[in-house]
Structures are given as structure tokens and as C-alpha cells.
């Protein structure tokens, strides 16, 4: 959808109150490392690089939690703008984070296994003054989904689905 559709139909939706929006995704394991994604018509694939075992065909975990925050930054800076008024031409955004990987490997258990902070930079590319991007670089990270669920807490129940021997037995 172009850009323009977009603002449009985000104008729209704020007209009114929504109701919550629920998203999905399936996924499944081609092998210990690769894990393969279905999110509405799209393949992700999820892999480890060689160093860490994997066969490194895509991106792993934690470099997907930085892409996906790239992604919403991106979307919220757009939208935002153009609330503002602000013509922005485009924007950079770089990502970095730092964990420890000795959680994820079991070998000790003193740090988390999550990164221990993102670093995030936004290169806008117009012509608004350092006041008025300070009250948008808020407004993104006030608004920014992926944001919020890095800053809080947001419950998540995993459940264990067991295949049934008679449905083992069918297939």
C-alpha cells in the first residue's frame, strides 16, 4: 500500500476507538538451529550463524528483535511525522545490543539471557528544528508497539502441546 494510503487510513482509525488487533504467526523446526515462520502470507527463517552451530540462512532471534524494532520505529517515525507536519524525506535507523550468551548455553546463570540494553539511532532526513524532533522522537517511543514490549513486562504463557498416540498412530 503507498504511503499516502497509509496516512489515510491511519487517519481514519483514529477517528474512533479500537478494539484490540490479535496477530499470529506458525511456526516450525527444519533442524535444531533453523526455524521456519509463517506470519499471514509471509516465509521468515530463522537460523543461527555457523559460529553458533546454526547453518546461518537467516537471521537469529535476537537479530529479528532488532529488525522487527527497526520496522516499528520506521512505521511510528512516518506516521508521527505526518501528524506533525514534519516532511520527513526518509530515515536511518542503526541497532545495536549486548548479552551474554552463557544463560543461553547453560553455562552460567549470573546475567540474563536477554540483551542487557539496546542502543538506537535515528537519522531523520528533514527540515525540522532540534525542539520539534525531540517531541517526535518521544511520540515514537511512547507509541512504538515493539518499544513497549522491550520496556515492560508483557505476559506470555507457554503452553506444551503433546501430540495424542491415536493422532500419532493416524498420520
Not at 88 to 108: E, W, Y
Not at 154 to 160: A, C, D, E, F, M
Request: net charge negative; aromatic share 8%; with cysteine.
Amino acid at each position: 500500500m503507498p504511503h499516502f494510503c497509509w496516512v489515510i487510513y491511519l487517519k481514519q482509525l483514529n477517528q474512533y476507538k479500537m478494539s484490540d488487533l490479535k496477530f499470529r504467526v506458525k511456526a516450525y523446526s527444519e533442524n535444531p538451529t533453523k526455524t521456519i515462520v509463517k506470519a499471514r502470507g509471509f516465509e521468515i527463517i530463522i537460523d543461527e550463524p555457523a559460529d553458533l552451530g546454526g547453518t546461518d540462512e537467516g537471521a537469529n532471534p535476537v537479530e529479528y528483535i532488532l529488525a522487527a524494532f527497526c520496522g516499528c520505529i520506521n512505521v511510528m517515525a512516518h506516521v508521527i511525522a505526518k501528524e506533525m507536519e514534519i516532511e520527513l524525506r526518509s530515515v536511518k535507523i542503526k541497532m545495536a545490543g549486548d548479552l551474554n550468551p552463557n544463560r543461553l548455553f547453560g553455562t552460567s546463570f549470573d546475567d540474563r539471557a536477554g540483551y542487557k540494553g539496546i542502543e538506537v539511532s535515528i537519522e531523520p532526513d528533514c527540515d525540522a528544528s532540534p525542539e520539534v524532533l525531540a517531541k517526535w522522537m518521544e511520540a515514537i517511543e511512547d507509541r512504538c508497539p515493539v518499544s513497549d514490549n522491550l520496556r515492560n513486562i508483557t505476559p506470555v504463557n507457554l503452553k506444551l502441546k503433546k501430540k495424542r498416540i491415536q493422532e500419532e498412530a493416524m498420520a
